[in-house]
């Protein structure tokens, strides 16, 4: 299951407040935002003086319980078949439901809307273009952020589910969230199944996931959102996704906006969790109060604090982007990442998939989906108003895990499938603190920070990107050694950007 940061808190008085505000409500006509398609990738390998590009991403292997080697295939499907995940596919035309939720005692009429009007927002914020919403829809961002790699659309019921409990019941019987998956998911699909039996639900169906998880639904309510507190970490009046069910709950309260058009951003990053997605930010306190909490990918991601593009990692991992992998002295041209989804992987020894320790290099720019978070964000995060280089570390080694809580157990190179563990899933989160000893030091996907600040709970600036002249730290990874390339960033302008990589010469002892 994951969750969104605790970005902002709208309270039932604001929520009606800002809706008298906007007269009617939206003042553009729905109009769908317009499909962008890929272009022509032959996926073909790419090998050039010092560096290669694959075409494709090999298959993770690992060993049966036999001993004999056996092939997950791509990211998507290793979470899928070994990880426990349901999860929409990351690339072609993909559906989900989007159901707009009421309650008996929280109609839509508190939030001084008509029903219509309640559905024509929603569907502005899923499905509409650039001019319905403040930022951009849900689809939209999706077909962009993949460069046309995924169109993702869907049906906005223009009926609304009224919840079968009470705000007042869920409060009084202290509802746990994982209800919803449990006992809710299933009644939602046969509502939608009653309310629309003309519209076959099989066309909504993820290939390869079991009969009874396999329709994405999103389900907008009416209540407003409501922050956690120590008495109620589990509140179920939040915005979170399901990891076994591909199930979205949000507030209609995170997408009210400071003008007319709706906000799609907590939405935004709820469906990335519905592609796969994990969160970048620590989702969970630690259990010493005492323990300093380090924001690993500071703040600047869709996955972290609800802002910009998706990063190289996430685009990895949803097959939208192949690296330049370093093999000798090269020097590689590199455009904005979120324009062109050009990338530079550094390691010693890559496995050529996903799931392996390395750094990756990107071109930042404050442009196409980066651009309204320059200025506008929220009240955690604004990105970066110059361009630069971004360097992460990436440490998505898999381990056998535990078929409940998914603790790691072991490395998925040391060991094979047992009787104790048929499932794997990420060695490392961002939760490095809840993680086994054994595991605990390392980060997932961590941005390493030019003129690092003291505080460790503070949001990515210009000064914290690499430009020309800046010296890149040496690269040292989890496993022991470190890249044996300096690395050098000769010239850097916003249509592009010029890296050199010379080995470093050790001298004898």
Request: charged share 25%; aromatic share 14%; with cysteine.
């Amino acid at each position: 299951m994951n969750f969104k940061r605790n970005l902002f808190v709208i309270t039932s008085a604001l929520v009606g407040a800002l809706a008298l505000s906007g007269c009617d409500f939206g003042i553009s006509k729905f109009s769908h935002y317009e499909y962008i398609y890929e272009a022509e990738d032959k996926h073909e390998d790419i090998e050039k003086e010092g560096y290669v590009k694959y075409g494709n991403y090999d298959s993770y292997k690992v060993k049966d319980n036999k001993g004999d080697e056996m092939s997950l295939g791509s990211a998507y499907e290793t979470f899928r078949d070994y990880g426990m995940n349901s999860n929409i596919p990351s690339t072609g035309d993909q559906k989900i439901i989007v159901v707009p939720v009421s309650f008996s005692d929280y109609k839509v009429d508190k939030l001084n809307i008509t029903e219509q009007q309640y559905i024509d927002r929603i569907n502005k914020a899923f499905f509409g273009n650039s001019k319905n919403n403040e930022y951009v829809s849900v689809g939209e961002y999706f077909n962009k952020s993949s460069y046309g790699k995924l169109r993702l659309d869907g049906k906005i019921c223009d009926k609304i589910y009224e919840f079968p409990l009470s705000v007042s019941d869920i409060k009084e019987k202290k509802l746990h969230r994982d209800a919803l998956a449990t006992d809710y998911y299933k009644k939602v699909i046969d509502w939608y199944k009653q309310t629309y039996p003309e519209d076959d639900i099989s066309k909504y169906e993820i290939p390869g996931l079991k009969t009874g998880k396999n329709i994405a639904i999103y389900m907008v309510y009416t209540y407003p959102s409501e922050e956690k507190t120590e008495e109620d970490t589990e509140n179920f009046f939040w915005a979170y996704t399901f990891s076994d069910v591909p199930l979205s709950w949000s507030s209609y309260s995170f997408s009210v906006p400071e003008y007319d058009e709706p906000d799609a951003h907590t939405y935004i990053h709820e469906t990335g969790h519905l592609l796969g997605l994990n969160d970048y930010y620590p989702t969970l306190a630690p259990k010493n109060k005492d323990t300093v909490v380090i924001e690993p990918t500071s703040f600047i991601d869709m996955m972290d604090a609800s802002v910009g593009d998706e990063t190289g990692f996430s685009k990895m991992y949803l097959d939208w982007t192949r690296p330049y992998y370093v093999t000798d002295n090269c020097e590689i041209q590199i455009k904005p990442f979120t324009e062109s989804g050009d990338l530079i992987l550094l390691s010693n020894n890559w496995n050529k998939t996903v799931f392996d320790e390395y750094y990756l290099l990107e071109f930042y720019t404050p442009t196409y989906l980066n651009a309204h978070d320059v200025s506008f964000g929220n009240n955690l995060a604004k990105l970066p108003k110059i361009p630069g280089i971004k360097v992460y570390h990436v440490d998505a080694r898999l381990a056998f895990i535990t078929s409940s809580g998914k603790v790691p157990i072991e490395y998925c190179k040391d060991g094979t499938f047992g009787t104790t563990s048929s499932n794997v899933g990420y060695a490392h989160d961002n939760n490095t603190y809840d993680n086994p000893n054994k595991f605990q030091k390392n980060y997932l996907y961590q941005l390493i920070l030019n003129n690092p600040p003291k505080e460790q709970s503070v949001c990515a600036t210009d000064a914290n990107l690499f430009r020309v002249g800046d010296e890149i730290p040496a690269l040292k990874f989890n496993q022991g050694d470190e890249f044996l390339y300096q690395i050098t960033i000769n010239s850097l302008q916003f249509s592009g950007s010029s890296i050199k990589f010379e080995k470093i010469k050790k001298h004898a002892k």
